[in-house]
């Protein structure tokens, strides 16, 4: 191996997140440096007051440590050294890796730690969860995520020797608006669309009514959550109407875009009805991933001029400012796709960063919501669940409380 993990390599890890740019560099907001006291003390250095230190960059990725000797062995200027992992630190180590096939978990014999559960895992990378589903009722996987629409099924008839499990999820799901469209600039069109989706229909249709409404983006126990959207889950028809009048707009047709799995086009269906009510015509464009997670970006192309609705989806951790960090101002036609923008809403983005009280920041929180709901742009359907079944007699599974999974926790029985 490279020796024991010293304070040499925290400063490595983190200040190396910063000089190679990294995508995920956001997370550690204003980070300046580190200094090393010792082989085992340092000082990790903000520009600022950083309350998501705790909660977002020191537990998830930007957080990781890695050995500054392995690292600069493989890559002398200490960036990229690609998939072919060098130096391991915990009772498992990254053997194989098939890309969009396999990812193989050995026992590490250097370990000297408590004995991990297994000599091996083998995680499949299965990107429909209906076949994951099918998958483990075969006995090709003993452990798996499930859909929402098929808990209910799960749950009265498991499969033999299976655990089903509940989990809350802190992801978001919504009908976005592109504010910048000729066909969606009057906030009075906006208003209709927000106001004639009827929540609870949509989430019966495309969840079997097994998840709850969503007040905002921020999932329940999380900093923020509020506990009602400004606008009521059914909406209300007669509102919707009263705006389309004031809109004076006849005839208008829109294109909804939504990735092609089964609850997204479903989702996709019940607005296409509910806005016909109101006089508007969609047209649903269902896309791959490939052509999905590109529409809004600009350095992308042009398609972010013609985004007109969108199904959109977010995964979330249990830190705040990972949601609102998505809607300020600069990350318009970057991840902000509905091109919001408001300058209270960076303010108080800004705001919310130092502040250690979570009461304080819930505050604010609860406010950048109510201005997202307020511009139009956003219809707000679920934060879903993550439900997960494992067979019984082969493991104890292990996951986080919104249902991530814990490999390292898993236990034979």
Known sequence: GYGELTAKDVKFSFERVIKINSPSSFDFGPLDHVEVEDDYTGVIVFKTPFAPAWTLA???GVGHIVSEDAVVKVNKDG???GMKATAFSGPYVFADWKPNQSVLLTRNPEWSGPKPGFDEIRILPIGDIK????AYQAGDIDFTGISVDSLANFKSKPPADTKVEEKP??????????????????????????????VPQILDAAYSGQVDVATGMLAKGLVGYRDKALIPPEGDLAKAKAFME????????LTLDCLNQSDYSTIAGVVQAQLSQIGIAVEINVQDSGSFYSIGIESEGDRWKNMQLIVQHFTMVPEPFYFSSTYISSQVGKWNWERFSSKPFDELHEKALALDDPNERAKLYREMQDLMEE?????FLTNGASPIMYRTTRMQAATRPDGRVLYIDFKPV
Do not use: C
């Open 79 to 81: 960036g990229d050294f």
């Open 375 to 379: 511009s139009g742009a956003y219809r």
């Open 58 to 60: 020191l537990p998830y």
């Open 131 to 134: 076949t994951a589903e099918r």
């Open 246 to 253: 004031m809109a004076a707009v006849s005839d208008l047709t």
């Open 169 to 198: 999820s802190l992801d978001f799901t919504y009908i976005g608006m592109n504010i910048d469209h000729p066909k969606l600039k009057d906030i009075n069109i906006r208003k209709a669309i927000q106001w004639a989706i009827n």
